[in-house]
């Protein structure tokens, strides 16, 4: 057990998250008639978004000439869009705050009573139990407690007779909630004792609602006597009305249909922690984190794919996996590090269909066009379409699924149509290499912090949160990567993090992001010639960072103890590992004779003649033209100076649409953008990401270009990139640049690792690279000159 934090915080984070999902899961339904015109929800239509595009939509209605049960309803659709995306750091701008929206619409079913002399707001089931909660819960999150209080205080009696008895429940878990927020829920304590008695009684012992009460009891009880046993009866209790009520009937259904697995996500995650934080049952503990990963992906496959990385509730769900994340980290156990792992890897696994969204097309490629446009159709039916069962749609997602497996790759399948994370799957995969798989996010108490899993051939992890430090993050967030690594650079003004003389401090940067069981009793027992086979697959800024540069505890580079690869997500792997270099290559490079611009601006010319002596060609910087030659014949000894490549013609593009046609690439161009926004400036052809995912990329790429090899795997959305697109159009082993890189150093590395794919006895490209920067390391040359060249494996 580590970092326990105390009571009081731990309740207020189950609040803020069960808030937090609740709220998501209203506005999940709020957003619901937009998502329907998925091609309105698109960031494009004025800038907009699909909360936007929503909250336009409900106040329009709220304030134009609809009944005033459909207006009430309206703005209460819009004051929640408005509170969820403050309490998840959305951005949306409106012209009224969530506590006006919430009182208008209260005051509409005020003004509006069936009949007069009845009671006001509950008469009706939807809008009056419903709307006067979501107000109640609003306040509270507003600040204002006792206009909280005020509003949820109803006994079950005033809800006699009129259908909405079951939602008391909820009533009473806001009052609850009001006691906790002001520090001191003792008096809300003896109100629970009387209320037991109703909820234990015939009338109500089977409302589906009846896990709330247990919840917020639980809830008041730890907050109150930490070290009562009271609190864990509590979410006992309530977690078995839970299962025995799951095929019944939830007449909370009103906030939306993902409802009933959003509290049974947010009632057994807070179980969990309270085991871990009262010295319970650490199995349990890790049983109950794990159903709630489980109920999370059962609401998210219900969502349609396409929408999945903006739906409301996917912010909801990073954080909850963060917390999952932290509840690993302190168990500390075999289990739970297990634990740990599954929740980062559904963080990072958000989608690749949203960016659908943001302009990728695939104009070059019908066939995957066709196939993803299905896949729309599935996911989101025309309104007023025959609505298809869940069991046929999914019928015909797998069949779609099977026709885009076929058509790309199996990668290009998994990321679109991302299957449950299967842990075995993925150790299976990493195979005989030491993996460190990294993931940044943020809780539920808004703290963003860094988790680790170091995963060892066999499948053994230890799971754990890092604190990298903030110097670091401002260093790579705001300064080059290139700007850090040569003795030509420095930093003005010097930015934290830095040596004096202005460049990486790269052995306290490994003493920061490695973990000590990597470092103090796995790579000493490492050579340069017996290395261990590492695989990182980094998140955030740690996306920047030259891992090849990092000094271990002995002040030995990492490259000298490591075989370093690196994985956008550990469960793209194949299992297989790069093949060594042979077959029929391809040959594309720029040189001095080939101007290339990028919106207007004039590219300095690269310096490509050690690249063209490996190959057997003069050297000098005349670029070489789409050339092709066979690596079997320039290995072989027999043939003298056969396999200098020779013209091939035509587009480059072109040439990489025949499947199985070539096994090596090396190509040398300059490289920019960010996402699918990256691109390769080959004069009369700017490469994309979004086109090179059409194509057939060999197994070994080299790509001697700048940027291209940055995979910066952000929140929120898949770490799509050209090097993701290559490895899901193909390629096994890609080596590229993750920020500017040296021109002559690169030119000597490039080279390098031609010649070993020249060699007799060739050797796979991570290999070669390896090689090569342990070359430039023994000649003392500068990190910018060999560290910012990485090799990517699928």
């Known amino acids: 057990m580590r970092d326990l934090e105390g009571h009081d915080v731990a309740v207020r984070r189950i609040m803020r998250r069960d808030d937090l999902l609740t709220l998501a899961a209203a506005a999940d339904t709020a957003v619901g008639i937009v998502r329907m015109r998925e091609a309105e929800a698109?960031?494009?239509?004025d800038g907009s978004t699909l909360f936007d595009l929503a909250l336009r939509r409900h106040i329009r209605l709220a304030t134009g000439n609809a009944g005033w049960a459909e207006q009430a309803q309206a703005w209460d659709h819009a004051a929640v869009l408005v509170r969820?995306?403050?309490?998840?750091?959305?951005?949306?701008t409106s012209p009224y705050s969530a506590v006006d929206m919430h009182a208008r619409s209260l005051r509409l079913l005020e003004e509006n009573q069936t009949r007069p002399g009845l009671r006001p707001l509950d008469r009706d089931l939807t809008l009056g139990a419903f709307n006067r909660y979501h107000a109640a819960r609003d306040l509270r999150l507003a600040g204002d407690i006792q206009a909280a209080r005020d509003l949820a205080r109803r006994s079950p009696q005033d809800l006699y007779g009129c259908g909405a008895e079951p939602h008391i429940a909820h009533f009473q878990y806001e009052l609850g909630a009001t006691y906790i927020e002001q520090g001191d829920p003792r008096p809300f304590r003896r109100q629970l004792r009387e209320l037991r008695g109703y909820w234990e009684g015939d009338r109500a012992k089977a409302f589906s609602t009846h896990h709330r009460f247990e919840f917020i009891d639980a809830l008041v009880s730890w907050y109150a006597d930490p070290g009562s046993d009271w609190a864990g009866q509590c979410f006992a209790a309530a977690i078995d009305l839970v299962d025995t009520a799951h095929d019944h009937a939830d007449v909370s259904g009103h906030d939306g249909v993902d409802h009933q697995g959003v509290r049974e996500l947010s009632l057994v995650l807070a179980a969990a922690e309270h085991l871990v934080?009262?010295?319970?049952?650490?199995?349990?503990?890790?049983?109950?984190?794990?159903?709630?990963?489980?109920?999370?992906?059962?609401?998210?496959?219900?969502?349609?794919?396409?929408a999945r990385s903006r739906a409301p509730l996917a912010e909801a769900f990073h954080r909850v996996y963060a917390d999952v994340c932290l509840l690993a980290h302190r168990m500390d156990t075999a289990p739970a590090a297990r634990l740990g792992l599954r929740a980062a890897l559904s963080a990072k696994s958000t989608g690749f269909a949203a960016r659908v969204r943001d302009g990728l097309t695939f104009d070059d490629n019908p066939l995957i066009s066709n196939l993803l446009t299905q896949i729309l159709d599935v996911e989101n039916p025309s309104p007023g379409a025959m609505t298809s069962t869940v069991a046929s749609r999914q019928a015909q997602l797998d069949g779609l699924r099977k026709d885009l497996e076929e058509a790309v790759s199996p990668m290009l399948a998994d990321t679109v149509l991302p299957p449950p994370t299967d842990l075995d799957d993925v150790v299976c995969g990493?195979?005989?290499?030491?993996?460190?798989?990294?993931v940044e996010l943020t809780d539920n108490l808004a703290v963003r912090a860094f988790f680790r899993t170091l995963i060892e051939p066999g499948g053994a992890m230890t799971f754990d949160r890092f604190d990298?430090?903030?110097?670091?993050?401002?260093?790579f967030e705001q300064a080059r990567v290139g700007q850090l690594t040569g003795s030509r650079d420095v930093v003005d003004p010097?930015?934290?993090g830095l040596r004096d003389d202005g460049r990486l401090d790269f052995r306290t940067l490994a003493d920061q992001v490695l973990p000590r069981r990597l470092?103090?009793?796995?790579?000493?027992?490492?050579?340069?010639?017996?290395?261990?086979?590492l695989l990182i697959s980094a998140h955030s800024w740690l996306s920047l960072v030259p891992w090849a540069a990092l000094r271990t505890g002995s002040g030995t580079r990492l490259v000298e103890q490591a075989l370093i690869s690196q994985s956008p997500v550990l469960t793209c792997l194949s299992g297989e590992l790069p093949p060594p270099v042979s077959g029929a290559a391809l040959v594309r490079l720029v040189g001095s004779d080939e101007p290339v611009q990028i919106d207007g601006r004039p590219l300095s010319d690269l310096d490509i003649a050690q690249e063209r002596a490996a190959w057997g060609l003069p050297p000098d910087t005349v670029g070489v033209a789409l050339s092709s030659c066979d690596l079997d014949l320039a290995a072989d000894p027999d043939t003298g100076g056969g396999g200098v490549p020779v013209p091939h013609g035509g587009r480059f593009a072109d040439a990489l649409r025949q499947r199985g046609r070539w096994q090596?690439?090396?190509?040398?161009?300059?490289?920019?953008?960010?996402?699918?926004?990256?691109?390769?400036?080959l004069p009369g052809e700017r490469l994309s990401a979004a086109r090179a995912l059409g194509l057939r990329w060999p197994e070994s790429v080299l790509m001697a270009s700048c940027h291209v090899g940055l995979v910066r795997n952000d929140h929120g959305a898949e770490p799509l990139s050209l090097v993701m697109a290559l490895l899901t159009g193909g390629a096994r082993c890609v080596v590229a640049g993750i920020d500017s890189v040296d021109d002559a150093g690169t030119g000597r590395m490039a080279a390098a690792m031609v010649r070993a794919a020249r060699a007799p006895d060739p050797v796979s490209i991570d290999v070669a690279l390896r090689d090569a920067q342990l070359a430039e390391l023994r000649a003392g040359t500068p990190e910018s000159g060999w560290a910012l060249l990485s090799a990517y494996v699928r």
């Open 519 to 533: 470092t103090e009793e796995i790579l000493p027992g490492c050579t340069v010639d017996a290395p261990a086979q």
């Open 664 to 681: 090596f690439l090396h190509i040398a161009a300059h490289g920019g953008g960010q996402g699918f926004g990256q691109y390769l400036a």
């Open 494 to 496: 010097p930015v934290p």
């Open 277 to 306: 934080l009262t010295g319970g049952d650490l199995d349990r503990a890790v049983d109950l984190a794990l159903r709630a990963l489980a109920a999370a992906e059962r609401v998210r496959a219900r969502w349609r794919v396409i």
């Open 468 to 475: 990298p430090g903030d110097d670091f993050r401002v260093l």
């Open 42 to 45: 698109l960031t494009g239509v």
């Open 84 to 92: 969820y995306c403050e309490l998840a750091g959305t951005e949306l």
């Open 430 to 438: 990493i195979g005989p290499r030491y993996a460190l798989d990294y």
